[in-house]
RNA sequence: AGGCCAGUAGCUCAAUUGGCAGAGCACCUGAUUCCAAAUCAGGGGGUUGAGGGUUCAAGUCCUUCCUGGCCUGCCA
């Protein structure tokens, strides 16, 4: 991995803000012809998993060809859940090596750390005042974590889709890619900015709705999305090993009982994770094999296994290479924070001066 | 700030008058099965939120604190 000082993006003139000289009334500020701004977080909980991999890393490195990209680790987010310090920091540092091991490339994409960026905060507030309650209590997801954390029912929790719509609109992104479950807060976002730019004169761009390209993974016990705190994932950055271990007891078909009955790869979870990970034509054969009883399960599963780690291996051993060098990871991203926090900036000062602070 | 209620295994809860801390689910191991599931057999798991006190003996009673919830009040 290259770890070099990253250099100013060469997209770096787009969207820039008016000047006193400019009519704001006439100009859409932050809204640039040529290229399209993205903002996308990722939050730092747990450890790294081909979910996360799949669902949002490889999104990122995908994006960050076509677009000039913001791309933070939001720990003010996961603050939400209240982890342990030390936790927390590890967490966002594992991210970040992560992150990077799949392929972003801090030089072309801005990779920062929420907190880092105080104006993520400072616009919130204002956001926050621009913010109906009951548009909060209509939010799913606060629902769902409300159930969740049932013991630790937060504001942050309930105002969490300010913030993020603050982290969008810092950086003015007119595109944000997200998942299923995160286009009602979206929505909400697009709705306070119609609210601001309508009390306070065009400020902000109303942010289109990217669908991301994120398969919704499930988990080993095939019942649910992948995810650390239910222990059916696949870690990112695991040793082959181990994922055959937990890949042998994964859930297949329940009705493919003795090893020469047909099997139904449509309904199968292991067979799901070869659309991943294996070629076309490999899983093609694979799923003519199973439905033939060809090949058992097992075959089947050591097949993804070894696939799997034709893509695991290089990540695992590039973050290996980064982990050894922090100064390196700490560097790209206090580069990262610096070059989010001067557009951060601009943003804020403009604020200020429409909202009267 | 005050009043009331609650806190027991990962989860949901039980434990008689103060008398050996338990069950279900989940988890792990074995049998079986190509693997998984299902079934059967076995197993690990606890500072009973924390500290102090009373007692031969405290999950249980007293006390202080912590956390969460509900109510009343005060300030900005």
């Known amino acids: ?27 859409q500020l ?38 000039e990209c ?23 540092r594992e991210l970040a090596i992560g992150v990077l091991a ?15 960026v105080p104006e993520h905060s400072e ?27 049932a013991d630790n029912i937060n504001a942050g929790l309930f105002t969490y889709p300010v913030l993020q719509a603050a982290d969008i609109l810092i950086y003015r992104a007119d595109r944000v890619p997200v998942g299923e479950d995160q286009v009602q807060h979206l929505e909400l976002a697009r ?39 239910r222990g059916n994932e696949i870690g990112l950055f695991e040793e082959p090993e181990e994922t055959m271990k937990k890949l042998r007891g994964a859930k297949t078909d329940p009705q493919r009982l003795r090893r020469n009955d047909p099997g139904r790869p449509e309904i199968c979870n292991v067979f799901s994770y070869h659309g991943y990970f294996s070629d076309a034509a490999t899983c093609e054969q694979i799923a003519a094999d199973c439905r033939s009883a060809s090949i058992g399960c097992v075959d089947c599963k050591q097949s993804l296994a070894g696939n799997l780690e034709k893509v695991k291996g290089p990540i695992r051993e ?26 951060a900036k601009e943003t804020m000062d403009l604020v200020r001066e429409r909202v009267g602070l």
């Open 1 to 27: 991995m290259d770890c070099r000082r990253a250099t100013e993006p060469p997209m770096a003139q787009n969207h820039t803000l008016a000047t006193k000289k400019d009519h704001p009334s006439q100009h």
């Open 30 to 67: 932050g809204y640039s012809p040529r290229m399209s701004r993205i903002m996308s977080g990722i939050q730092p909980t747990g450890s790294l998993h081909i979910g996360n991999y799949l669902g949002a890393l490889l999104n990122w490195v995908r994006l960050q060809e076509e677009y």
């Open 70 to 92: 913001y791309f933070s680790i939001v720990d003010l987010h996961a603050l939400t859940a209240r982890p342990e310090p030390q936790e927390l920091r590890l967490a966002v």
């Open 102 to 116: 799949s392929g972003v490339d801090p030089e072309r994409a801005v990779l920062f750390v929420q907190s880092q």
């Open 123 to 149: 616009l919130a507030w204002v956001f926050s005042c621009m913010t109906q309650m009951g548009d909060l209590n209509r939010m799913t997801q606060f629902k769902d974590k409300s159930q969740f954390q």
């Open 191 to 229: 709705e306070i900015v119609r609210r601001f730019n309508g009390i306070y004169g065009q400020t902000f761009p109303e942010p289109i709705v990217v669908p991301a390209k994120a398969p919704r993974v499930m988990g080993l016990d095939g019942e649910s999305k992948m995810s650390k705190s």
């Open 318 to 343: 590039r973050a290996q290479e980064l982990r050894a060098n922090q100064g390196a990871i700490d560097e790209i991203l206090n580069e990262g924070g610096n070059r989010a926090r001067a557009v």
